[in-house]
């Protein structure tokens, strides 16, 4: 499964979430940084943290969300994906 995180530098919500998702070994991440290209900082600016799974952006989870709970939310949208 194939994740894209859009972070910037010093965001703490995308830190936190990245950290958390780089513990489930069954994904492959992608970070892109908002600040690398204009149209995802215009795009993305007030939305980091911002994950899609293939195409489909999916809910931003809860900062309080554990590993697991991350991890059973991503089945989730993946089986709906298949």
């Given at each position: 499964m194939k994740l894209i995180l859009y972070s910037k530098p010093g965001c703490h919500l995308c830190e936190g979430l990245q950290e958390k998702l780089e513990?489930?070994?069954t994904i492959e991440l992608e970070i892109r940084d908002i600040t690398m290209r204009e149209d995802w900082?215009?795009?993305y600016q007030y939305e980091?943290?911002?994950l899609y799974l293939e195409e489909t952006m999916l809910p931003r989870p809860s900062p309080r969300s554990t590993v697991?709970?991350?991890?059973?939310?991503?089945q989730k949208y993946m089986s709906s994906n298949a």
């Open positions: 513990q489930i070994h900082f215009q795009a980091i943290p911002v697991q709970q991350l991890e059973s939310m991503l």
